[in-house]
């Protein structure tokens, strides 16, 4: 079996390479798990991202709108001053002519 004339010596040393091999494999194994857990989080990272630049388009579209409708309701309440401006002074004028004409 053994031409040794140490038997222990050769098992121990033949149980010392299994057991480097067997490391190296656990090594190799834990690298590739790290490096899958990195690239997971580079993709939930860049995953959140893109949901990010979505909803921030989103929001650009719903505020372009709002905008908009803020811009016609400004026109409107615009033309509606001046509306009410040129009442005023018709009015103003009327009190003024009704006035003058007591005052004959």
Do not use: W
């Not at 656990?26 to 995953?47: K, Q, S, T």
């Not at 388009?57 to 409107?76: G, H, I, M, N, P």
């Not at 509606?80 to 401006?85: C, I, M, S, T």
């Amino acid at each position: 079996m053994y031409n040794s004339r140490n038997p222990a010596g050769v098992a121990v040393g033949q149980l010392g390479l299994i057991t480097t091999g067997l490391a190296m494999g656990v090594v190799g194994c834990h690298e590739r798990g790290i490096a899958a857990m990195r690239a997971a989080r580079e993709r939930r990272a860049e995953n959140d991202t893109l949901v990010a630049l979505a909803q921030a388009q989103r929001d650009v579209v719903e505020l372009s709108a709002l905008a908009r409708k803020a811009l016609d309701e400004v026109a409107k309440l615009t033309a509606e001053n001046a509306r009410l401006r040129q009442a005023c002074a018709d009015r103003q004028g009327f009190i003024d002519r009704m006035a003058n004409r007591r005052a004959d």
